[in-house]
């Protein structure tokens, strides 16, 4: 009895036993966060420490492989004091400290050519000397004085992955002040006063895998968001209260940074001189920036936020997104053409700014020029974009426009359904052994043409011809000849025509023959296994605001003769449309087929209505027509 008790007693002390893990948290997963909390501690609006305590258990190897490293970033402004892990058997016993041997030191950045102190110190241990289930600790603290930003809460499920709990601990001094939000938080936070320090916590318990689900926003679930009121770093004072006051701080940073050198003025002025029409003064100089410049980052201290000199850009040719703005802005403004700096979240799949919680939410710059009756925006990394597009990478999102007086809100372009177009028309003749050629042209359009410009920068035709084949999902095929014609305007295009020889296009079956009419775009929807959604969900517009468009004619031998062709089709709901027609008239089948997807947010029970509308999409495209064959 006393050695059962005895045992029960170092069990129950040793806090990362496998057992102790509820066992709602242990189902479908490959591991579970145990603990993760964050601590910054505030020593002044110049200083702070970041404390983070991080502690998961490993089921298997591929959550070894997708959780066992840990990252700790660092530059000019981020000094890290202790490293240090540890690794738990399952029964929760010490069997590995870290050593420095399992701690490498790499740069942020993969070109070897960036300007950057951004490193990052990643500790790991070797997932070989361990048995499943196994917990690995790790500790850091990091010295910052980058006080423009202060960490926030994420308290999101992950696919294959619970969190037993996430804490996020913001300490300051009594009489300093910060700024919080909350957004949909379960919990209250834990306000407390101890030794003349503020401590607020914000803990969230038991987010089980289960509550991971496809297509949701970052607005559906609990976040907290903090900023500064008042902040300095390097000498340079802000405050983040408002978005003038950012606005103000990001000129104040980069005041009398936009002066040309005399050489580049002249060049401006026998560029432009000569042309009476804004846009196209616009086009010549954006082209010249394009024509002149390459991008490269720079991180270094304060000048991750403080441009190099428009005249040091124009000597050394290169700038990263902010640098690179600001020349252009310069340039324009020797033409005599106004232009801001835009502060913007770039990513296809980046989280949208919170108008109404002004902080330093943005990861990239690009140029803005007011026109009377539209507005141009310049990506300025880009050697190769078109005038104006901005494409899933900073359309249909805000950005903050850098003012004389401050700075203001605006929304970037918002791209449509008909800007994001694949339109592909196709002439396809079948001989009697059931084979085929066809001339193919498909025109992609906005978002769905950036998707193909790696095409555009593949130089090697060997290497051309290969993508082109890959992208072609047909099980037997021989890419004959092929050709792509790029259109840059304000929404480009391009251009792909080929010549396709394509072997076994149907199958034959008794008397008859069997084929699928939809050759080019019968890729099926994936859809979510799960039965029932809790969440509401969203459809992003960089993914799902487009349309394409088919017309293909087929020029079928005199001895096939279609049993029954399949009925038109008509679907219109929230989530998109579908159109199928096909008519057969002396030997030629036509197929037309139109598909519309439009994006938003929807509430969960209309997941049901759109798994309906792709599974009736995935089949209809994938139907075929049976031909009776005429042997006569």
């Known amino acids: 009895m006393f050695l059962s008790l005895l045992s029960f007693e170092f069990r129950s002390q040793n806090i990362y036993h496998v057992d102790s893990i509820p066992s709602l948290l242990k189902e479908n997963v490959d591991a579970v966060v145990r603990l ?291 020349y252009m802005k310069a340039l324009l403004k020797e033409a005599g053409i106004i232009s801001y700096l835009a502060l913007i979240r770039a990513g296809a799949d980046a989280e949208d700014v919170d108008p109404t919680f002004p902080n330093m939410y943005f990861n990239h710059v690009i140029n803005c020029v007011p026109l009377k009756k539209d507005t141009i925006w310049l990506e300025c990394t880009s050697q190769t974009n078109s005038l104006g597009f901005m494409g899933s990478f900073t359309g249909n999102r805000k950005a903050l426009l850098i003012l004389p007086d401050g700075a203001a809100l605006v929304n970037t372009i918002k791209y449509h359904t008909f800007n994001n177009s694949k339109i592909t028309k196709a002439t396809i003749v079948l001989d009697n052994n059931a084979n085929a050629s066809a001339q193919v042209q498909t025109t992609y359009n906005g978002i769905l043409k950036e998707h193909k410009d790696y095409l555009l920068l593949e130089k090697n035709e060997g290497q051309l011809k290969k993508k082109l084949q890959n992208a072609i999902h047909l099980a037997s095929f021989e890419l004959v000849k092929f050709n792509l014609l790029e259109h840059k305007s304000k929404i480009p295009s391009l251009k792909v025509t080929l010549d396709l020889t394509i072997q076994k296009i149907g199958n034959k079956t008794g008397s008859y023959f069997f084929m699928k009419p939809n050759l080019f775009n019968n890729q099926a929807f994936f859809i979510s296994d799960k039965k029932t959604r809790n969440t509401d969900f969203y459809l992003n517009p960089n993914t799902y605001e487009k349309e394409e468009i088919d017309s293909l004619i087929y020029q079928i031998p005199k001895n096939l003769v279609p049993d029954k062709l399949p009925q038109p089709i008509l679907i219109k709901t929230p989530f998109g449309e579908y159109v199928t027609t096909f008519v057969f008239k002396e030997g030629t089948l036509c197929y037309y087929r139109k598909l519309v997807q439009y994006c938003g947010y929807f509430v969960a029970k209309d997941y049901v209505a759109f798994k309906d509308f792709c599974m009736a999409v995935n089949k209809n495209d994938n139907q075929q027509i049976a031909f009776k064959v005429n042997n006569n």
């Open 36 to 326: 993760e909390n964050t601590e910054f501690k505030v020593k002044d609006k110049g200083k702070a420490i970041l404390n983070t305590h991080y502690v998961i258990t490993l089921f298997n190897e591929r959550g070894a492989n997708n959780h066992l490293r840990y990252l700790t970033h660092y530059d000019k402004l981020n000094k890290v004091l202790d490293i240090s892990g540890t690794v738990y058997n399952n029964n929760g016993d010490k069997i590995y400290k870290l050593a420095k041997k399992d701690i490498y030191d790499i740069s942020a950045t993969a070109e070897s050519n960036d300007i950057t102190d951004n490193r990052i110190k990643i500790a790991e241990f070797d997932k070989k000397n361990f048995q499943y289930p196994y917990t690995i600790e790790f500790e850091s603290s990091v010295e910052t004085t980058n006080m423009m930003f202060y960490p926030s809460g994420y308290f999101y499920p992950s696919e294959r992955l619970s969190s037993q709990e996430k804490t996020l601990i913001i300490e300051v001094p009594d009489d300093f002040e910060f700024r919080y939000k909350e957004k949909k938080f379960p919990n209250t936070m834990n306000l407390v006063t101890k030794k003349n320090k503020k401590i607020y916590t914000w803990t969230v318990k038991n987010i089980t895998s289960d509550e991971y689900e496809t297509n949701t926003s970052y607005d559906f679930y609990p976040e907290i968001i903090t900023a500064p009121k008042l902040f300095s770093v390097e000498n340079y004072e802000g405050d983040v209260e408002s978005w003038n006051d950012i606005g103000k701080f990001i000129s104040k940073l980069n005041q009398g940074r936009d002066i040309l050198p005399e050489t580049i003025r002249a060049i401006v002025t026998d560029l432009v001189s000569h042309e009476k029409d804004t846009l196209k003064r616009i086009e010549m100089l954006y082209n010249y920036l394009q024509n002149n410049t390459r991008y490269m980052s720079i991180q270094l201290g304060i000048g991750g936020w403080q441009t190099m000199s428009a005249t040091e850009v124009s000597q050394k040719g290169y700038g990263d997104c902010k640098a690179l703005s600001n």
